[in-house]
């Protein structure tokens, strides 16, 4: 499944009625969806906050805005399927915090990530106090929300804000070959990776290694695993292989 933002005139800020969609267009994918790709039409992924929009909302509504922005990226981190995200241009505030909630992080070689909150006078409210310094660290996001710092695609790529940096205009391509080996794995393994894995991490070790023996023992008992190690004992499945050296 393909989901674009498709707001490029407002370089894809995120308003009620998009957060919006995208919650609904997630909740609803079907449910033999293998695998989702998210990206953002024109040179920019998303500009964040539609800041139109921020106008005049008391304390109250502004808890509630943020928390329906949580609910739909939580729909994006924890749905039915992984996330892989395309990304070009801007990838700025919300749309940061939208691309950290996505699985897989592909970004072309004109992204650039930057958390602008500090200088709008506002704070992270898409989940990117909890979900960015998992990826880059409190360091990392504490310098970018500072001192307004703007990480270009390779910079970013080390910092651990994107896992991919492609050629400019290729981050769709790679994304959707992504997602097809993902979609070829099977769906308790990518369900383990995608549920089981993040809340292990927030765990102690010992709940941690004992949720893992559980997630384990239930994949092991599929009948797709045992399918697919009969497939490799009898060589009909293919080896690890070594990285294409460049
Ligand atoms: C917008 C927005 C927006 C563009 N809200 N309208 N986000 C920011 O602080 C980023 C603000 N945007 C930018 O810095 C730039 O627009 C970009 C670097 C993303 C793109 O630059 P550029 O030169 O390609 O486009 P532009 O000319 O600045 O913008 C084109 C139009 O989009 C223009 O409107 P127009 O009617 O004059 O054509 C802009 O006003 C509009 N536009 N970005 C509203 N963000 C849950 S908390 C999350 C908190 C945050 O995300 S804070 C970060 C907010």
Same mark, same amino acid.
Request: charged share 20%; net charge neutral.
């Given at each position: 499944?393909?989901?674009?933002?498709?707001?490029?005139?407002?370089? $894809?800020?995120? $308003?009620?009625?998009?957060?919006?969609?995208?919650?609904?267009?997630?909740?609803?994918?079907?449910? #033999?969806?293998?695998?989702?790709?998210?990206?953002?039409?024109?040179?920019?992924?998303?500009?964040?906050?539609?800041?139109?929009?921020?106008?005049?909302?008391?304390?109250?509504?502004?808890?509630?805005?943020?928390?329906?922005?949580?609910?739909?990226? #939580?729909?994006?981190?924890?749905?039915?399927?992984?996330?892989?995200?395309?990304?070009?241009?801007?990838?700025?505030?919300?749309?940061?915090?939208?691309?950290?909630?996505?699985?897989?992080?592909?970004?072309?070689?004109?992204?650039?990530?930057?958390?602008?909150?500090?200088?709008?006078?506002?704070?992270?409210?898409?989940?990117?106090?909890?979900?960015?310094?998992?990826?880059?660290?409190?360091?990392?996001?504490? #310098?970018? !929300?500072?001192?307004?710092?703007?990480?270009?695609?390779?910079?970013?790529?080390?910092?651990?804000?994107?896992?991919?940096?492609?050629?400019?205009?290729?981050?769709?391509?790679?994304?959707?070959?992504?997602?097809?080996?993902?979609?070829? $794995?099977?769906?308790?393994? $990518?369900?383990?990776? !995608?549920?089981?894995?993040?809340?292990?991490? #927030?765990?102690?070790?010992?709940?941690?290694?004992?949720?893992?023996?559980?997630?384990?023992?239930?994949?092991?008992?599929?009948?797709?695993?045992?399918?697919?190690?009969?497939?490799?004992?009898?060589?009909?499945?293919?080896?690890?292989?070594?990285?294409?050296?460049?």
């Amino acid at each position: 499944m393909h989901l674009s933002l498709a707001r490029p005139a407002k370089r $894809n800020a995120l $308003n009620d009625a998009l957060i919006a969609e995208l919650h609904m267009a997630l909740a609803g994918a079907p449910a #033999d969806v293998r695998a989702i790709v998210v990206s953002g039409e024109g040179e920019h992924f998303c500009a964040g906050l539609d800041l139109s929009d921020l106008s005049e909302r008391s304390v109250a509504e502004g808890v509630l805005h943020s928390r329906s922005w949580h609910a739909a990226f #939580d729909q994006l981190q924890f749905g039915r399927a992984p996330v892989v995200v395309a990304l070009q241009g801007a990838v700025v505030g919300g749309g940061f915090e939208l691309a950290a909630s996505a699985h897989i992080r592909v970004a072309d070689r004109t992204a650039f990530f930057a958390l602008p909150e500090g200088q709008r006078g506002i704070f992270v409210g898409g989940g990117g106090s909890a979900r960015i310094p998992r990826l880059i660290g409190v360091a990392r996001m504490s #310098d970018m !929300m500072l001192t307004g710092r703007v990480l270009g695609a390779e910079e970013a790529l080390a910092a651990g804000c994107c896992s991919y940096v492609t050629e400019p205009g290729a981050a769709l391509d790679k994304a959707i070959e992504l997602a097809r080996r993902i979609a070829a $794995n099977a769906p308790l393994s $990518n369900f383990a990776v !995608m549920h089981a894995l993040p809340r292990i991490a #927030d765990m102690a070790q010992g709940e941690g290694l004992f949720v893992e023996s559980l997630m384990a023992a239930i994949a092991q008992g599929d009948e797709a695993a045992k399918q697919r190690i009969r497939d490799f004992l009898d060589k009909r499945a293919a080896k690890v292989e070594r990285p294409q050296q460049s």
